[in-house]
Nanobody, 119 residues
Framework: QVQLVESGGGLVQPGGSLRLDCATS????????MTWYRQAPGKQREMVAS???????NYADSVKGRFTISRDNAKNTMSLQMSSMKPEDTALYYC?????????????WGQGTQVTVSS
């Protein structure tokens, strides 16, 4: 059973920084694209940042220059370093990954971690 587990959420003041981590567990062969999504109350889930197996990254315009996505292919983990945070960054953040566990490339989601930006 492949699982994704996020950690690192919490309360941060505007202008502050926070780091999210996503760990994978279970039996699988390879982790392809990994992506951070977020969903604020009353809004649709949106892509925040993604990173390919080769390390190519892509960011939503709203976080460019403030957030940095990274991954460790040896450990099959992903991180999101968030800085200069704004109240509008408040959301439930989800880890998403495309993983081949022997049944083809399937999409998996974590349970989410809450990030709140408030003074």
């Amino acid at each position: 059973q492949v699982q994704l587990v996020e950690s690192g959420g919490g309360l941060v003041q505007p202008g502050g920084s926070l780091r999210l981590d996503c760990a994978t567990s279970g039996r699988f062969f390879v982790v392809y694209d990994m992506t951070w999504y977020r969903q604020a109350p009353g809004k649709q889930r949106e892509m925040v940042a993604s990173i390919t197996f080769g390390g190519r990254s892509n960011y939503a315009d709203s976080v460019k220059g403030r957030f940095t996505i990274s991954r460790d292919n040896a450990k099959n983990t992903m991180s999101l370093q968030m800085s200069s945070m704004k109240p509008e960054d408040t959301a439930l953040y989800y880890c998403n990954a495309v993983i081949n566990s022997g049944n083809g490339a399937l999409e998996y989601w974590g349970q989410g971690t809450q990030v709140t930006v408030s003074s």
